[in-house]
């Protein structure tokens, strides 16, 4: 049923949600943290809780538990690899990339961000970057965008980041409709004026990493196919490394619990589920 909302109402309705942004926007700081340095440093063999090397063109998934550190690695070359999660004590809760953008204001995410649930809490904390150039609009390959880019009919019959999710999905008891929007690491896209997607390898260098927090017991997936809008027409992912990190109780000041209004609701709401 269609309800008719009256111009005052919709003037009101703006007016708190303008209210909200503003906010938002005052409560962020004003200059996002300096990308972490090159090179990654090195974790001890007894932090180190499982290494996994993901060959070009295949996915892996992984149990994490709280305050873990998953730490995603170009250590031989550049690769994009695309992230997908489900809380692991109510599977029916993932990964929520609208809300990440929409309640941080910025499709920026980088070290300091947090990335959100369709439940309103925090499933991971960005706490160390090096570049900085992820994609959360994009979304992954398909069999019709390999094929576009890859030599036609044939680049279809190259994996990619769909199929690889809805192979994985499968294993891990998941219907297709429970894989979530994914994020995509290592992908150097940027908006311009006009609204374009553009690609911007120069972001992005071999090298680089990203270490994402665990907020809550999880299942994580990833998928390391080229990007949509990889120009590049040779077939080639580089392995990337993703090293499970033990533990460690984040402080009371930690920064990406304390960034944003936004955040701080959403570890709130973290901490309600948990009690």
Request: one cysteine or more.
């Amino acid at each position: 049923m269609h309800i008719r909302r009256s111009p005052e109402e919709i003037a009101a309705n703006r007016a708190r949600y303008e209210e909200h942004q503003k906010r938002g926007l005052e409560f962020a700081p004003k200059a996002p943290p300096a990308k972490s340095a090159k090179p990654a440093p090195e974790v001890t063999a007894g932090g180190i809780v499982h290494r996994e090397v993901i060959p070009g063109g295949w996915y892996w998934a992984t149990s994490v538990k709280k305050n873990e550190i998953l730490r995603i690695s170009l250590d031989e070359g550049f690769s994009t690899v695309t992230l997908v999660a489900w809380n692991a004590r109510e599977k029916s809760e993932r990964l929520n990339l609208p809300d990440t953008i929409k309640v941080q204001w910025t499709t920026g995410l980088g070290k300091g961000r947090v990335i959100f649930s369709d439940m309103g809490r925090v499933m991971f904390s960005i706490v160390e970057d090096s570049c900085g150039a992820h994609d959360c609009l994009m979304g992954g390959s398909t069999a019709a965008s390999n094929a576009a880019k890859y030599l036609g009919a044939n680049g279809a019959n190259i994996r990619n980041t769909r199929d690889n999710l809805v192979k994985m999905a499968a294993k891990l008891g998941f219907d297709r409709r429970d894989i979530p929007a994914v994020l995509a690491l290592f992908a150097p896209v940027r908006v311009d004026a006009e609204g374009k997607f553009l690609w911007k390898p120069e972001l992005v260098q071999a090298g680089d990493y990203v270490e994402l927090r665990a907020e809550m017991d999880m299942i994580v997936g990833f998928s390391n196919c080229p990007h949509p809008l990889d120009p590049s027409p040779v077939y080639a992912p580089n392995p990337v490394t993703v090293t499970r990190i033990a533990a460690s109780e984040p402080t009371a000041d930690d920064l990406c619990r304390t960034a944003t209004a936004e955040a701080v609701r959403g570890f709130e709401n973290n901490a309600f589920a948990e009690a």
